[in-house]
């Protein structure tokens, strides 16, 4: 019923930035918090970036003051720049969605949605 799409991943060299983005389509009624994670090799998927329907933003100290997220409601957009990108930076990126959507019934469900991950790679 409901689909996140990432894009915006690739390989950059340290000190460099990417700008990922997602984006939910579907028979979407509302979305509330929207975040980012990500997976490096070895290691468990770690929240790093949310932001809340009216803006509000928290970060993980490993990405403070380097990565921005930022969303777009009309859009059911959600983004994330990200500057200063250090090797240990590299992982797979996944976008989540908190959110409400219509049926197949008429009915709204609730449901915790995934984008399919997108790599960055951190390399010189």
């Known amino acids: 019923q409901v689909q996140l799409v990432a894009s915006g991943g690739g390989l950059v060299q340290p000190g460099g930035s990417l700008r990922l983005s997602c984006a939910a389509s579907?028979?979407?009624?509302?979305?509330?918090?929207m975040g980012w994670y990500r997976q490096a090799p070895g290691k468990q998927r770690e929240l790093f970036a949310s932001?809340?329907?009216?803006?509000?933003?928290n970060y993980a100290d490993s990405t403070k003051g380097r990565f921005a997220i930022s969303r777009d409601n009309a859009k059911n957009t959600v983004y994330l720049q990200m500057n200063s990108l250090r090797p240990g930076d590299t992982a797979v990126y996944y976008c989540?969605?908190?959110?409400?959507?219509?049926?197949?019934?008429?009915?709204?469900?609730?449901?915790?949605?995934w984008g399919q991950g997108t790599q960055v790679t951190v390399s010189s």
């Open positions: 989540n969605a908190d959110l409400k959507y219509w049926d197949a019934g008429g009915g709204v469900r609730g449901d915790d949605s």
């Open positions: 579907g028979r979407i009624v509302s979305i509330n918090d």
């Open positions: 932001i809340t329907r009216g803006g509000g933003t």
